[in-house]
């Protein structure tokens, strides 16, 4: 069973940093694509950043210049440096990881959400 668990969320004034970190466990052949979502109240949960096998990174544009995604391959983990937050950062954060375990696709993985709260 392949687990993804979230850690570093919490509250923290404007224009303060947090970092948020996703490690992967479990029956793990390969790890594709990795990335974080953000869900708030009311809205759509939408794509933040995210980080290609070979280290290519994207971000929405609400987003750059202000967080920074990255992996660590050798223990299965990808962070989430955020920076300079914004009241409009506050969300349910939820880490993603598209992973070929056992059987013969790729699937989605999904952790359990941590909560990002910007107070202004």
């Known amino acids: 069973q392949v687990r993804l668990v979230e850690s570093g969320g919490g509250l923290v004034q404007a224009g303060g940093s947090l970092r948020l970190s996703c490690a992967a466990s479990?029956?793990?052949?390969?790890?594709?694509?990795m990335g974080w979502y953000r869900q708030a109240p009311g809205e759509q949960r939408e794509l933040v950043a995210a980080i290609t096998s070979g280290g290519n990174t994207s971000y929405v544009d609400a987003v750059k210049g202000r967080f920074t995604i990255s992996r660590d391959y050798a223990k299965i983990t990808v962070y989430l440096q955020m920076n300079s937050l914004k009241p409009e950062d506050t969300a349910v954060y939820y880490c993603?990881?598209?992973?070929?375990?056992?059987?013969?696709?790729?699937?989605?993985?999904w952790g359990q959400g941590t909560q990002v709260t910007v107070s202004s």
């Open positions: 993603n990881a598209r992973i070929k375990s056992w059987g013969p696709v790729e699937v989605d993985y």
């Open positions: 479990g029956v793990i052949f390969r790890i594709n694509d």
